[in-house]
């Protein structure tokens, strides 16, 4: 196998095998957004980007997906920018259940998925917001069956 492949999985890592010189040139041309994945720095720096890329309808979608794969980092800074938004989403409907608001859902959602650190996270907000006292008495969850 050469040194260099056409392996697009490799490309970032065939970069840093050339000169700093050319590295510097290559990544005038790789997109922002696809920067932003590479490492914290480059998150913080490009993240808002992200918004504009993504549907709005998919979004949802995709933080649901941070939660599966457990990516602590992405949804302590997804949280940290929206849990004033995700606080008044009230009633929150997904899969016949209706939940007092969105970060209620997503804290049952990752007991689901045992996504851990994600939970860890929101519980950290939650206290942080002097909202952790009596918990199991503030998840309302409403159940949702019709029938035809």
């Given amino acids: ?10 490309f970032f890592k065939n970069i840093n095998k050339l000169p700093r ?3 510097l040139i290559v990544s005038l041309y790789i997109p922002a957004v696809a920067k932003m994945s590479l490492n914290k720095e480059l998150y913080f720096k490009y993240h808002y980007l ?13 933080i649901r ?4 794969q457990d ?3 992405v949804f302590h800074q997804l949280l940290i920018e929206n849990q004033n938004k995700w606080f008044n989403m009230k009633k929150y409907l997904y899969q ?6 969105y970060i209620f859902f997503l804290k049952i959602y990752c007991v689901e998925n045992q996504s851990n650190k ?23 969850i409403r159940n949702i069956r019709w029938n035809y």
């Fill in 71 to 73: 990516n602590d980092f």
């Fill in 50 to 62: 992200f918004r504009d890329c993504i549907n709005p309808k998919q979004l949802e979608n995709y």
């Fill in 1 to 10: 196998m050469s040194i260099f492949s056409n392996d697009p999985t490799h």
């Fill in 118 to 140: 994600c939970k860890q996270i929101i519980n950290n907000l939650l206290e942080q917001l002097g909202l952790s006292k009596n918990q199991h008495k503030k998840n309302i």
């Fill in 65 to 68: 997906t941070i939660i599966r």
């Fill in 21 to 23: 010189e050319l590295c």
């Fill in 96 to 101: 016949d259940s209706i939940y007092a608001n």
